[in-house]
């Protein structure tokens, strides 16, 4: 799949049932249903943990990828919806969220703040609201794929969708 404009992100086939979905991907399809957006998270054969990975397991370009990264800024967690296209700028996203500092969240920390592993942090899922920004970049592509809570599990969706789940404001977080 490359960028599919006019396809709807939860045509694709399906699993038979969210039951047969890891913990945590269930408790993300909730969050995601509750929201009122249709995606459902799918488990994937295969690792889906870095952006090229999953772009290869789901034949789409890389920059349809939406990398959930955690990074602290000025000491608070700030999950960054990125496309796979681009590594984050540290200094176009401190000036794009009005910090001082921005640093990668440790893994432990990832963990702690989303309940969820590096490689499969999804949007939505944690134990509490982390504040949220989207990769303006995301706009480009018609159908996002995002980790659906484990680094086997994805989910699709719009851009629109994407930041309505999150509640994230779109921002610059590189300079492409």
Request: hydrophobic fraction near 45%.
């Amino acid at each position: 799949m490359t960028e599919q404009t006019s396809a709807a992100p939860h045509s694709e086939p399906l699993p038979e049932s969210p039951g047969q979905l890891p913990e945590r991907s269930r408790i993300v399809q909730e969050h995601v249903h509750a929201a009122g957006i249709s995606s459902l998270v799918r488990e994937l054969p295969d690792s889906a943990r870095t952006a090229v990975e999953a772009a290869a397991a789901l034949d789409c370009e890389v920059g349809a990828i939406g990398s959930s990264l955690l990074f602290l800024a000025d000491g608070e967690p700030l999950l960054v919806m990125t496309s796979g296209r681009h590594r984050v700028d540290v200094a176009v996203l401190a000036d794009s969220v009005g910090a001082a500092s921005i640093t990668m969240a440790p893994a432990a920390l990832v963990r702690e703040v989303t309940g969820q592993a590096i490689g499969g942090v999804a949007p939505v899922g944690h134990p509490a609201p982390v504040r949220t920004v989207v990769d303006a970049a995301l706009r480009d592509y018609g159908v996002l794929w995002t980790a659906g809570g484990t680094p086997h599990t994805v989910m699709p969706m719009t851009f629109d969708e994407l930041v309505a789940l999150t509640g994230g404001a779109v921002v610059a977080v590189a300079a492409d």
